[in-house]
């Protein structure tokens, strides 16, 4: 049986592990890949951590924050847009899909987002051939 | 060098929530074998004393330095086991918390084995970063004993009142140029003499006589920096173009050319450009409509006490104040052009339309003519832009139409005693201890109940109006003629709710009203520390419920306000003095200004402002040396918990 991905999901702790939390409180279904770590805005992503997530053995990771405009701190979200837009640019240098690294806006009402995009990224990531990433040592 | 980490590891039942999908015995046997895991246990209700009871003890006897508990979300809990983990003798912030509820056990509940294992993956993560903790050092800041009231209708006058008998300042802030909200338009109460504005107006004559309450009207919030026990808010004064020399003689109106329909009688008569919203309107001053006024100037001809200036620009304040109310009730339910023959025709009205119909103050002086006869038959269609009856209507029931008509029914039925009345319903929702009895009384007297599930159609005619309806209790499709309907429109969360929620940054629910902290234990504050909800700001609610809200909110913001200081989360971000090179890119990447490059000793560095400090921790991702860390979030915790992800 091949290995299910597994997808590390950074959320902010005020829109979107909110709503991961909505999810659960409405007994809404998702597939079991994604491992959660909560931080308290968008913006606390290094992407360093991306790098490293991928590194690890992660198939996809998602970094989930407010919608723009919403940012509990006026606008950490955006800075988390740029860094992602950067990063996934030299991920696809480096061979990562694009398809491996979502930014998604799931404000706290939306929980019925996160299914939608769990669901979505598995089937997208299982279309594609494992990440093999080149360690050194 | 900091003593060796002993981690306890706890895991949750929540009864059969969690332990009813993951095997909560595997992932404690799991725990145990992870390094550091000293003692690892489950027990039914961990959030229960005797569970914390476990925890302080194991703390004890285990020597402890380190806790993990596995159980719901931390916005839940996180709290209670920060309390147990300092009670034990533990530093709070030594305590991470594992969500294996919401995040786990209830949204994989068919997959059992996948579900334990991904339980077991996330305490290891949590152990991994458990393992880093640091102690922390609560923030103490000094709180202003200032509220912020946003919203003068019932809830955030009630809210201002009581906040100013505790000795509070209050700034209450209305963006209409009257106080007194939607209540103040609706006519005679449902068990109660007094009609809206009279009722508005006990509360007004309280408020205006306090000398701590400082009324803003005609002014609007448009910044609020800060946070818990400190908050500055921005205060815009939008001009009136009228001042207090103003003695309401009128002349003004007359001569005014500009009329506009009145929203204050939901747009069933004119105003003028230059107007009083309503007789009791306070502040008693008449106030010019910007959008409207052709600035003509005829009225400051005829004003004698020379009140008019139109160069007015009004103006901005700064309030600091330590707490925030958020009082911005609803927006009345409009249906769309057509839905139900609504502005079709004139006799299609809403329910707010017929309360001011009804009124004796209203534009037909208490009259219900139609070409100056009395309806013979009236429907009354329930549940209009409530409980999904059309496309744009709302799924959740708005809790005071139901009421609010039977009470016009009444009126209408001893007014009108020959008035035909049909009530078309999809659910009669009379709640509460004195509710039923309307509707008891309404069906004594002959009023029709109709039950549909498929909406009725109106067709409107030349001499009158025709219902086709297929009434579920009788089996039976129906035809009614009537004079005049009355749709029973709901609640829709304010339209200025937008624009309020991007300047206070609260969260809102699917129905796109303000989300509580918790709904029910937590029901009038937000997840924002200092910011609280009166009112229908989080949903429908009854003027009675209403007035509950605002006295909670003040009861709650009090409890707040009179400490003379708060407690600020220590999640903040600190500079590694020795690391840092003085580059200056977090200082462009705060929003809050909380950085400055300082020099000490000849060398540039870094420094937060514990203050202004908001702990978003962007300013660590950004940093290039990571010199830059957060308090709790440190890149070494989070890459802890990334690499115990797979391993």
């Known amino acids: 049986m091949a290995e299910e991905p597994k997808i590390v999901v950074f959320a902010c702790n005020w829109c979107s592990y909110a709503a991961l939390d909505l999810a659960g409180t409405s007994r809404m279904t998702y597939p079991t890949n994604i491992r959660v770590i909560r931080v308290m805005c968008s913006g606390r992503v290094d992407p360093q951590f991306i790098i490293k997530a991928f590194k690890e053995g992660a198939s996809g990771v998602i970094v989930a924050g407010c919608h723009p405009g919403d940012c509990h701190y006026m606008e950490g979200n955006y800075k988390a847009l740029r860094r992602i837009t950067f990063l996934r640019r030299m991920l696809e240098n480096l061979g990562i899909e694009k398809e491996r690294l979502r930014l998604e806006w799931i404000s706290a009402s939306e929980g019925a987002k996160v299914p939608k995009v769990v669901q979505e990224m598995v089937e997208e990531l299982k279309k594609l051939p494992p990440l093999k990433l080149k360690v050194e040592g | ?647």
């Not at chain 2, 996180?78 to 983990?85: K, N, Q, S, V």
């Not at chain 2, 109310?325 to 017929?354: D, H, M």
């Not at chain 2, 462009?588 to 870094?606: D, H, L, N, T, W």
């Not at chain 2, 203050?611 to 979030?633: H, I, R």
């Open chain 2, 1 to 647: 060098m900091s003593e060796e980490p002993r981690v306890g590891v706890y895991v949750c039942h929540c009864g059969l929530n969690i332990a009813g999908v993951v095997d909560v015995k595997q992932v404690v046997e799991y725990a145990k074998t992870l390094p550091n895991v000293v003692v690892a246990k489950d027990y039914t209700f961990m959030c229960s004393a005797p569970g914390q009871q476990m925890i302080k003890d194991d703390v004890k006897a285990q020597k402890l330095n380190r806790v993990v508990v596995a159980a719901c979300s931390p916005s839940l809990h996180e709290p209670t086991f920060r309390r147990a983990t300092k009670e034990a003798g533990l530093n709070p912030y030594l305590m991470e918390m594992v969500n294996i509820r919401e995040h786990c056990s209830w949204v994989h509940p068919q997959e059992k084995d996948a579900a334990t294992e991904k339980a077991k993956d996330l305490v290891r993560m949590a152990v991994a970063k458990a393992r880093l903790l640091e102690p922390l050092d609560t923030i103490v800041s000094k709180v202003e004993p200032c509220a912020l009231v946003l919203g003068g209708g019932v809830a955030g006058l009630e809210a201002a009142l009581d906040l100013a008998k505790r000795g509070a300042e209050v700034y209450l802030v209305e963006k209409a140029p009257t106080l007194g909200g939607n209540a103040a338009r609706l006519g005679k109460l449902a068990f109660s003499n007094m009609r809206g504005v009279e009722l508005v107006k006990t509360l007004v004559d309280a408020v205006k006589s306090n000398p701590k309450i400082r009324i803003f009207t005609n002014a609007e919030l448009v910044g609020l920096d800060g946070s818990v026990g400190n908050f500055k808010a921005k205060i815009k004064i939008n001009p009136r173009f009228v001042n207090e020399k103003c003695n309401l003689c009128g002349k003004c109106v007359e001569v005014c050319p500009v009329e506009v329909p009145n929203e204050y009688e939901f747009n069933l008569s004119k105003r003028k450009a230059i107007y009083l919203p309503y007789a009791e309107a306070y502040p008693p001053i008449y106030v010019i409509d910007t959008e409207k006024c052709t600035k003509c100037r005829k009225c400051i001809e005829v004003c004698k006490p020379g009140a008019i200036n139109l160069e007015d620009k009004g103006s901005e304040i700064e309030a600091r104040v330590g707490c925030v109310i958020l009082a911005i009730g609803y927006t009345p339910y409009e249906p769309y052009k057509g839905e139900y023959g609504y502005g079709t025709s004139p006799n299609v009205i809403t329910l707010f339309q017929l309360e001011r119909l009804l009124d004796p103050t209203g534009p037909t002086k208490g009259q219900l003519l139609i070409d100056g006869k009395a309806p013979n038959a009236m429907a009354f269609i329930m549940c209009v832009g409530s409980l999904t009856t059309s496309p744009t209507a709302n799924v959740y029931c708005s809790r005071m139409c139901c009421t609010t008509s039977l009470k016009d029914i009444l009126e209408i039925k001893e007014q009108y005693p020959d008035t035909a009345l049909f009530v078309l319903y999809k659910h009669m929702r009379t709640y509460g201890r004195l509710e039923e009895r309307l509707y008891e009384k309404a069906s004594e007297k002959g009023v029709v109940f109709v039950r549909f599930e498929e909406p009725p159609k109106v067709k409107v005619k030349r001499d009158g109006i025709e219902l086709k309806v297929y009434d579920l209790l009788t089996q039976e499709n129906l035809e009614i003629p009537v004079d005049m309907v009355v749709l029973a429109v709901g609640m829709n969360p304010s339209k200025e709710l937008e624009k309020v929620r991007s300047i206070t940054k609260v969260g809102c629910t699917p129905d796109g009203f303000v989300r509580e902290a918790h709904l029910k234990l937590r029901p009038v504050e937000t997840p924002s520390d200092g910011i609280f909800l009166a009112g229908t700001v989080s949903g429908p609610r009854n003027i009675t419920e209403s007035v509950i809200s605002g006295s909670a909110a003040a009861a709650k913001a009090a409890v707040l306000i009179s400490k003379e200081q708060v407690e600020v989360e220590p999640i903040i971000a600190r500079v590694i003095e020795d690391v840092c090179s003085g580059c200056g890119t977090c200082v462009a990447q705060c929003p809050f200004g909380a950085i400055s490059i300082k020099e000490v000793e000849g060398k540039r560095q870094a420094s937060v402002d514990a203050m202004l400090c908001k702990g978003c921790g962007t300013c660590a991702a950004a940093c290039p040396s990571g010199a830059m860390q957060q308090a709790n979030f440190k890149d070494h915790q989070i890459v802890a918990q990334v690499e115990a992800c797979f391993r």
